[in-house]
């Protein structure tokens, strides 16, 4: 996309690029907890909606 439009180039040299502009110190203990908890009731649910066959097919269908 640089080569082709050359003002994003000029534009992504403005950012700055350090590691402590863009990341807090601190850990996101809540949100990976959070992530981990919802990917546990998700594996769940889908133990108990699984009616058997093809597993594409059943995650195609859980997902939709």
Known sequence: MFVLIPSLKTE?????????????????????????????????LYALTYQGGSGLIEGARFGA
Not at 17 to 44: K, N, W, Y
């Open 12 to 44: 992504f040299l403005n950012i700055p690029t350090s590691i402590a502009t863009t990341r807090p110190d601190e850990p996101h203990a809540r949100g990976m907890t959070a992530t981990f908890f919802s990917m546990l009731v998700l594996a769940v």
